[in-house]
């Protein structure tokens, strides 16, 4: 049974750049055919796509964060990574790591527990 | 950009069947998913592809998707189907969530 697990700081000061690291256990990222994907929520409200990335690097991003995100993968260390550059308040959300299938139809199957990262200074 | 609506909220009675509908412009000509989060916890898919449910997700959950609106309908509502609901879909290299449904049963 694949799991993961977000790590990173909790709270990221406003202009700053946001960093968290999803560690998969349970399965190798490379074995299968799944994108890594980032998610995040607000408190209160609803779910946000944020960007994927294949083990080979492929990577889609969300058009409204493409030009803040970075989305990369550690195959040797079995994680992968987001960094949100020049975060405002409005970053202030839990975010998820997920798996998901090759094809759009499959979805997210597999989620992390979520982290809350909140930008304030 | 894409956008897939929901109606905010829904109420059932035990027992009865309670409908989601998520509408986006020719949602039909793409697959639609569904996700079920519960207060405190992480969304958990329970249909994919338009209409399959993945291991483990009873059969009361079932959905379809034509035209610009997809749905979901959980046939037997029981208290613990209390929860948010989220459609899915993939759209120009993107996927978009819709905008949720909060479930009472009353």
């Known amino acids: 049974q694949v799991q993961l697990q977000e790590s990173g700081p909790g709270l990221v000061k406003p202009s700053q750049t946001l960093s968290l690291t999803c560690t998969v256990s349970g399965g190798s990222l490379t074995s299968g055919s799944y994108y890594w994907s980032w998610i995040r929520q607000p408190a209160g409200k609803g779910l946000e796509w944020i960007g994927r990335?294949?083990?080979?690097?492929?990577?889609n991003y969300n058009p409204s964060l493409k030009s803040r995100v970075t989305i990369s993968v550690d195959t040797s260390k079995n994680q992968f990574s987001l960094k949100l550059s020049s975060v405002t308040a409005a970053d202030t959300a839990v975010y998820y790591c997920?798996?998901?299938?090759?094809?759009?139809?499959?979805?997210?199957?597999?989620w992390g527990q979520g982290t809350l990262v909140t930008v304030s200074s | 950009s894409y956008e897939l609506t929901q109606p905010p909220s829904v109420s059932v009675s035990p027992g009865q069947t309670a409908s989601i509908t998520c509408s986006g412009d020719?949602?039909?000509?793409?697959?639609a998913c569904w996700y079920q989060q519960k207060p405190g916890q992480s969304p958990a898919l329970v249909i994919y592809q338009d209409g399959k449910r993945p291991s483990g997700i009873p059969e009361r959950f079932s959905g379809s998707n034509s035209g610009n609106t997809a749905t979901l309908t959980i046939s037997g509502t029981q208290a613990m189907d209390e929860a948010d609901y989220y459609c899915?879909?993939?759209?120009?290299?993107?996927?978009?969530f819709g905008t949720g449904t909060k479930v009472t049963v009353l």
């Open positions: 899915q879909a993939w759209d120009s290299s993107t996927y978009v």
């Open positions: 020719k949602l039909g000509d793409k697959y």
């Open positions: 997920a798996r998901e299938g090759y094809s759009p139809g499959y979805g997210v199957a597999y």
């Open positions: 990335i294949y083990h080979s690097g492929t990577t």
